[in-house]
C-alpha cells in the first residue's frame, strides 16, 4: 500500500455535529486517520467522541501537549481510548511552544527534544505494564516515577499503543527515529526542509537506535487549497502560513529559502497590531514553496511529490484567518478529492 492510498485529516467542525460529521464523511471515503487537534478543543475528548461515532477509521490525538500532563495520565488515556476504540487510537504527542507551555500551563518546558523523548518512554513503559501487578520504575531528567500497588484491571484489545510525534526541526526528528512509533510533520513544510532536516533526522534517530526504517511511519503534512480559483486559494494558504511567520520558533523554515525578510515584517505587522499587514508580508512564492494550492491537479502534483517522500500523508485545508464556512470547504474537497473510496 503506498502514501496515497493512507490518507490522514484533521478532525475539523465548528460544532460537535460538524466534528462527528465530517469524520463520518472521511471514514465512508476511506481516509486512514482522523487526527484531533488541542487549542480550542481538548484533543483527548474529542478522540474519544470520535471513537464512539465510528467503525472503522483510526482516531488520533494530533496533537496533546505532552508536558502539560503526567505520563501516568497520559498511559491510561491512550489505554482508555484504545479500548472504546477497539484498538483504533494512535497517541499523538508533541512538546509545543515554550510560550504557551509556560504562561498557559505553568509547564516546565526545558530542552523540548529530551524532555519530549522521556515523556514517550515513560508513557510506554506504563502502557506496557499496566496489567502486570508488578512496580513501574522511571528515572530520568524530567521524570521520576514510582509506581507501586497499581494493576490496571481492563483488558488490552492489543498488545501496544502507537506513539506518534511532532516534529519541525532536526532534533526532535532525530529523537522520533529513536523512540517513536511514527512522526507526523508540520503543516508548512517544503519539500527540501522534508528531505535535508525532517526525513535525514528521523533516519538518523533509526540508525543510532537500531531500528529499520520499516519500523516507523512517517506522515509528512500538507496545507493543500483546492480552489479553481487559484488567486483564492493562494490568498487561503498566506493566510495559515502568515499565521507562523509571526511565531520565531519557525524562523529557520524561512531562512532556507530566504524568506526571513517576509517573517519578519509579518511579526513586525502582528505585534503592532496591524492585522491586515500580516498576511500581505507572505508572498506568492512563499504559498508555491510550502503549500498546496490551486486547481486540484496542481495540488495533485504537490501531494504525489510528497507523497514519494513518505508512508501515508496528512492532508489539512488552510487553518488561519478564514471562517468556519471556509474551513468545511476546504475540508470536504480535499476528502473527495484524495479519499481512497470517494474517487
Known amino acids: 500500500m503506498g502514501a496515497l492510498d493512507r490518507i490522514s485529516v484533521a478532525a475539523i467542525g465548528n460544532s460537535v455535529a460538524d466534528l462527528e460529521a465530517e469524520t463520518l464523511r472521511a471514514e ?103 496489567s502486570a501487578g508488578e ?69 538518523t534517530g533509526l540508525s543510532r537506535s537500531g531500528r529499520e526504517r520499516g519500523d516507523f511511519d512517517y506522515l509528512p503534512t500538507i496545507c493543500c487549497a483546492i480552489d479553481d480559483d487559484e488567486g483564492r486559494a493562494i490568498e487561503m494558504a498566506r493566510r495559515t502560513i502568515s499565521f507562523y511567520a509571526t511565531v520565531k520558533t519557525y524562523a529557520p523554515l524561512w531562512e532556507m529559502h530566504g524568506f526571513t525578510d517576509n517573517a519578519v515584517a509579518a511579526g513586525d505587522a502582528f505585534r503592532r497590531g496591524d492585522l491586515a499587514a500580516v498576511p500581505a508580508a507572505i508572498s506568492d512564492e512563499m504559498v508555491e514553496t510550502y503549500c498546496a494550492a490551486g486547481p486540484l491537479d496542481k495540488v495533485r502534483a ?20 478564514i471562517s468556519a464556512e471556509e474551513l468545511s470547504e476546504y475540508q470536504g474537497r480535499i476528502i473527495d478529492a484524495f479519499g481512497p473510496t470517494a474517487n
Open 28 to 130: 465512508a471515503a476511506g481516509v486512514e486517520c482522523v487526527w484531533a487537534p488541542e487549542l480550542f478543543r481538548s484533543a483527548v475528548t474529542q478522540a474519544s467522541y470520535l471513537a464512539a461515532k465510528t467503525e472503522r477509521i483510526d482516531v488520533a490525538t494530533g496533537i496533546v501537549w505532552a508536558f502539560t500532563r503526567s505520563p501516568f495520565i497520559h498511559a491510561i488515556t491512550a489505554l482508555d481510548i484504545d479500548e472504546m476504540s477497539g484498538g483504533r487510537f494512535r497517541f499523538g504527542m508533541g512538546a509545543g511552544v515554550k510560550r504557551l507551555n509556560e504562561t498557559w500551563h505553568n509547564a516546565n518546558y526545558g530542552k523540548p527534544a529530551p524532555h519530549l523523548r522521556e515523556a514517550i518512554e515513560a508513557t510506554r513503559l506504563i502502557m506496557r505494564q499496566a
Open 302 to 321: 504537490r501531494v504525489e511529490a510528497t507523497a514519494e517522500r513518505a508512508d501515508g500523508l496528512f492532508l489539512t485545508p488552510p487553518t488561519y484567518f
Open 135 to 203: 512496580p513501574i520504575r522511571y528515572q530520568g531528567e524530567y521524570y521520576d516515577i514510582d509506581i507501586k500497588g497499581w494493576a490496571r484491571p481492563h483488558e488490552a484489545p492489543r498488545e501496544a499503543v502507537p506513539i506518534y510525534t511532532a516534529a519541525v526541526q532536526a532534533g526532535m526528528a532525530r529523537m522520533a527515529g529513536d523512540v517513536a512509533d511514527g512522526l507526523i510533520g508540520h503543516p508548512i513544510q517544503s519539500l527540501r526542509w522534508i528531505d535535508e532536516v525532517v526525513v535525514d533526522g528521523f533516519e
